[in-house]
Nanobody, 126 residues
């Protein structure tokens, strides 16, 4: 069964960059779509981006697509989220997730993703 583990979060100053990793075990990431999401305290889950099995990208958030980029390294079985020009409002817990049943496509709805990592905290502050 596919298991996802996020890493790469931390404290960064406004304007800085971070690259988050979503490492998979138990199966190949090329067998499933992988989405990145975030949740700030007291806020709903927000979708960021998703990459399909074939490598096509869906920008779930139009407001973030200019600063956040999803990519995948098949050899490392890892999906990345490159985050640039970070702002304090980007502070949140970031999650990667997949659809293990409806694995043929991405979705803009976080409720359509049924397997989640534990998350990694990103704090943007001076």
């Amino acid at each position: 069964q596919l298991q996802l583990v996020e890493s790469g979060g931390g404290l960064v100053q406004p304007g800085g960059s971070l690259r988050l990793s979503c490492a998979a075990s138990g199966s190949s990431l090329t067998d499933y779509p992988i989405g990145w999401f975030r949740q700030a305290p007291g806020m709903e889950v927000e979708g960021i981006s998703c990459i399909t099995r074939a490598g096509s990208i869906t920008h779930i958030s139009d407001s973030l697509k200019g600063r956040f980029t999803i990519s995948r390294d098949n050899g490392k079985n890892t999906v990345y989220l490159q985050m640039n020009s970070l702002k304090p409002e980007d502070t949140a817990n970031y999650y990667c997730a997949t659809r293990t049943r409806y694995y043929y496509a991405c979705s803009r709805r976080h409720s359509d993703f049924d397997s989640w990592g534990q998350g990694t905290q990103v704090t943007v502050s001076s």
